[in-house]
C-alpha cells in the first residue's frame, strides 16, 4: 500500500530532492552491479568494475549479483516509501563500499606483477598456470601492454566510486530515518481565523452569567441576519430580507433550532 508523504523529505547536495538522490543512489548501484556481472562475457569493461586478481574477480561477480537484487529491492521500496526495503539497502551499499576498498586494495597488489607479465609474457603464463595461480584478466591487460594506463583509469573510477558511494550511504541512511520518525502529514492552524473553528467544544461551556457579566446581552452577541434580495418574476430587486425571515422567525429566532453539544453554552460567533 502506498502512503503517501505530503512533506518535503530534505535535499541532497542542496540541488535536489533527497528521495531523487536516493534514486540515483539505487540507479548507480544498479549500474555498477551490470558491469561487474558483463565481466563474465568480457574483459573490456572490467577496468570500471575491478576483479584482475583471482579472489577479486569471484568477488566482483558476487557483489554484481547481490546489488542487482537490493537494487531491485530498494526501488520498489523508494516508490511505496517502505523505508524497511530500502533500510535493507543501505546497509547492503555500506557492506558494498567495504567489499569495493578490499576488491581495490587486492587488485592494486596484482598490479605489481603487470610489468613482469608484459615483459616476459609466455613464460610467466606458463609458470601460472603450472601453479595454479592463473589471472586471465591481468594476463590480458599485460599482453596489450597496457598496464599504466589501465592502473589510472583503474585507480580514478574506483576511488570515484567509493566517494560517491560513502556519501551516498549518509544521505540513503538519513532519508530512511525521516521516513521512519518524521509525521506523516504537517498540520498548521491558521493563526488568524479563531481557535474555535478548530477546536469545536474542546472548551469549557461559558458561564450562565457570562454577558451580564461583560455588560452585553445574549441578543446583542449576535449578529444581524445576512440579506438576500428574493427573485422578481420581472428581473427586478425585490425587498430585501433574510431566508430565515421570510420562513416566519425573528432576527434572533434564526439560532433557536441549531442543535448544540451537551453542556455548551449559548452560541455566539467569535469574530
Known sequence: MVKHHEFVSGTLCSCMPLRTGVYWHVALVLATSTLCLSTLITEDLRVLAGGYAGWTGTAVLLLGLAGAFYGFCA????????SAWVHSFAAFSAVRVAAIAAIFVGDLLAFRDCGHLAANG????????????????LEHVAMMDLCDHTRLIYIVATVTNLVLSTYLVCETFRWCHIIEHGPVYHIALGETEPLKIHTGYQYPPLPHDYHAQIGVSPRSAVPPPVAFPPPSPRGG???????????????????????RAAGSGPITMEA
Open 122 to 137: 609466455a613464460l610467466y603464463v606458463v609458470v601460472n598456470a603450472m601453479s595454479g595461480h592463473h589471472h586471465g584478466a
Open 75 to 82: 526501488f520498489v521500496g523508494l516508490r511505496d516509501n517502505e
Open 237 to 259: 430587486a425585490g425587498t430585501t430580507m433574510s431566508p430565515m425571515a421570510s420562513r416566519g422567525y425573528g432576527a434572533g429566532d434564526q439560532w433557536a433550532g441549531m442543535p
